[in-house]
């Protein structure tokens, strides 16, 4: 008998479920979808509002990086995340620093101060 526990279709749901949790954790955890765009979470505290998206896949393209510059310039956000299956690393976009980091690392790399 086999498991859809394990089912690779599903990871990618239950990986967002646990960044979702894990970002409960440190604060007020927002959804948002506009008309033409949305980002899977905001978390929100004393640090601010930080953008987060999960892409859980081999690789991340420059579009991938679209709808959380957008956002955290509308919030004033000079930080974002993005949560990657693999993809450790951290890049610039007019004042605005993304940290891309494995869902592994999440909890070891995601600083709020």
């Given at each position: 008998?086999?498991?859809?526990?394990?089912?690779?279709?599903?990871m990618?749901?239950?990986?967002?479920?646990?960044v979702?949790?894990?970002?409960?954790?440190?604060?007020?955890?927002?959804?948002?979808?506009?008309?033409?765009?949305?980002?899977?979470?905001?978390?929100?505290?004393?640090?601010?509002?930080?953008?987060?998206?999960?892409?859980?896949?081999?690789?991340?393209?420059?579009?991938?990086?679209?709808?959380l510059?957008?956002?955290?310039?509308?919030?004033?956000?000079?930080?974002?995340?993005?949560?990657?299956?693999?993809?450790?690393?951290?890049?610039?976009?007019?004042?605005?620093?993304?940290?891309?980091?494995?869902?592994?690392?999440?909890?070891?790399?995601?600083?709020?101060?």
């Amino acid at each position: 008998m086999t498991s859809a526990n394990f089912s690779q279709n599903e990871m990618p749901s239950r990986v967002e479920n646990y960044v979702f949790n894990f970002l409960r954790e440190k604060g007020d955890v927002k959804f948002y979808r506009f008309k033409d765009f949305e980002v899977d979470f905001v978390v929100s505290g004393n640090f601010g509002r930080i953008p987060v998206e999960v892409k859980y896949r081999e690789k991340i393209e420059e579009k991938d990086y679209h709808n959380l510059i957008k956002l955290a310039g509308q919030f004033g956000s000079s930080k974002a995340v993005l949560v990657s299956k693999n993809l450790l690393d951290k890049r610039s976009f007019d004042g605005l620093v993304v940290a891309t980091t494995p869902v592994s690392l999440l909890e070891s790399v995601f600083q709020l101060e």
